[in-house]
């Protein structure tokens, strides 16, 4: 069956640095969705991408889906310690399928 | 803006009893799924309807089965419940079926002891 999966799972920066989570999917896509979920929390609709190749920025959050439309990546900019969460992605294949997240902590 | 609403927000059982879970999904929402995430865990689907329907089937126990009912509202009922049942259910809703992005309650944290 379909898998999504997410590296690195876990991720430590100081604040202030850059942090990037990369998702893969067996399979293509149709779209990717991608998430936060705040400690303690319910996951938070972040953006959809849709076309190969495609680029968003959200502010200092900037994503992209692969050519290929099984991979895509979050990439955040000057991290801050609102940033903190575990960020998922979610494929939508024959079904949506969640990646298994990165949690992303912050050093003050 | 009205939000997923979930009921309750807490529950504790024990092993072999019976639980039920709600969602109240935003207004105009014809769409009910339900997830299963575990501590430190991704959330795992269970269960998806689309107006009144079922859609979808993921790991879902025999044990537990849901509804959509009329007014759009789910449930979902777990019986002879389990310790590995523990976890955070959530539901989510999404006006459509397939490609739209999923709102999601604030979960029902079950704990069977």
């Known amino acids: 069956g379909q898998q999504v999966m997410q590296i690195p799972q876990y991720q430590h920066v100081q604040e202030g640095e850059d942090f990037t989570t990369y998702c893969n999917s067996s399979t293509t896509l149709s779209n990717i969705q991608w998430y936060k979920q705040r400690p303690g929390g319910h996951p938070v609709f972040l953006i959809q991408?849709?076309?190969?190749?495609e680029v968003k920025k959200q502010k200092r959050l900037t994503f992209q889906f692969g050519e290929a439309k099984k991979n895509s990546s979050l990439h955040i900019t000057a991290t801050q310690t609102t940033d903190v969460g575990t960020y998922f992605c979610?494929?939508?294949?024959?079904?949506?399928?969640f990646g298994t997240g990165t949690r992303l902590t912050i050093i003050p | 803006a009205a939000g997923v609403i979930q009921s309750p927000r807490h529950l504790i059982k024990e092993k072999r009893e019976t639980a039920t879970l709600k969602c109240y999904p935003i207004?105009?929402?014809?769409?009910v799924y339900w997830y299963q995430q575990g501590p430190g865990q991704d959330p795992q689907f269970l269960i998806s309807?689309?107006?009144?329907?079922?859609?979808d089937k993921g790991s879902i126990p025999d044990r537990f089965s849901a509804q959509q009912f009329s007014d759009y509202h789910s449930e979902l009922n777990m019986s002879s419940l389990e310790l590995g049942d523990s976890a955070l259910y959530f539901c989510a809703s999404s006006r459509g079926l397939g490609q739209e992005k999923l709102f999601f309650g604030s979960g029902t944290q079950l704990s069977v002891l």
């Open positions: 207004p105009r929402h014809d769409t």
């Open positions: 309807f689309y107006e009144k329907m079922q859609s």
């Open positions: 991408l849709v076309k190969s190749g």
């Open positions: 979610a494929g939508k294949g024959e079904k949506l399928t």
